[in-house]
């Protein structure tokens, strides 16, 4: 991918719901469109291809049916073969994505930032939505950024704006709604989600708070 200096976001704007749960199988999918999810990603990081593209086209399916949208994660091939809508690329994928193929299919497109660099990078490929992160300390991946904290937070969002700005890492519900109150469109959750003893009524605390916030 060639970087463009002085690059800014381009002024679109799509409405997404602010409760944005990252799973890693359509049996979770389907799980938290029942609840009322209505935007998933779908993260699945140690399967193979052909499990991949068959769960995603049964998420696909199960999100359709429900009127919710799902962002596939790093698969853009597989992203495009089964007629998502969106993918989400992290850095490392934006240096072998073909960026053309995923825009000439029709996808929308998330990246994920953490630092400056990454931000002017990602603001190149004119994304639909910018992921900042993490936010706070997270359990769910090793990171080799420190929490950025609210005050960067609303940084990014007065720069992408008029893009929608998703934040991700060691979010609770409370912590969502500091990022929500600090600048943030989208809040993205794993684990407070997948390790809850009760992960649909949590989702349903989730959904409840986010949509009035």
């Known amino acids: 991918m060639t970087l463009a200096p002085n690059s800014a976001p381009q002024a679109k704007a799509e409405k997404l719901d602010p409760f944005y749960p990252i799973v890693d199988s359509a049996a979770w999918v389907g799980r938290l469109v029942g ?5 998933i990603q779908l993260r699945i990081k140690t399967k ?5 593209a068959r769960e995603t086209r049964e998420s696909l399916s199960l999100c359709r049916k429900a009127g919710a949208t799902l962002i596939v994660n790093d698969y853009w091939r597989i992203a495009i073969a089964e007629g998502a809508d969106w993918v989400h690329l992290g850095q490392e994928d934006l240096d072998t994505a073909d ?14 930032t953490h630092d400056e660099l990454e931000l002017v990078r990602g603001l190149v490929v004119a994304p639909d939505y910018v992921a900042l992160g993490p936010i706070f300390p997270t359990i769910s991946k090793d990171m080799a950024f420190v929490p950025q904290g609210l005050e960067r937070l609303a940084e990014w969002k007065r720069r992408v704006s008029p893009l929608p700005l998703c934040a991700i890492g060691g979010l609770d519900l409370e912590r969502a709604k500091l990022c929500l109150a600090a600048g943030a469109d989208i809040v993205s959750v794993i684990s407070d989600i ?6 649909e009524a949590r989702a349903k605390q ?4 986010t949509r009035t916030a």
């Open 35 to 39: 609840v009322g999810a209505r935007l």
């Open 48 to 52: 193979d291809e052909a499990t991949v």
């Open 99 to 112: 960026l053309a193929a995923i825009r000439k299919a029709g996808l929308k497109l998330g990246v994920s």
């Open 194 to 199: 997948t390790l809850n003893a009760d992960p």
């Open 206 to 209: 989730w959904i409840a708070a």
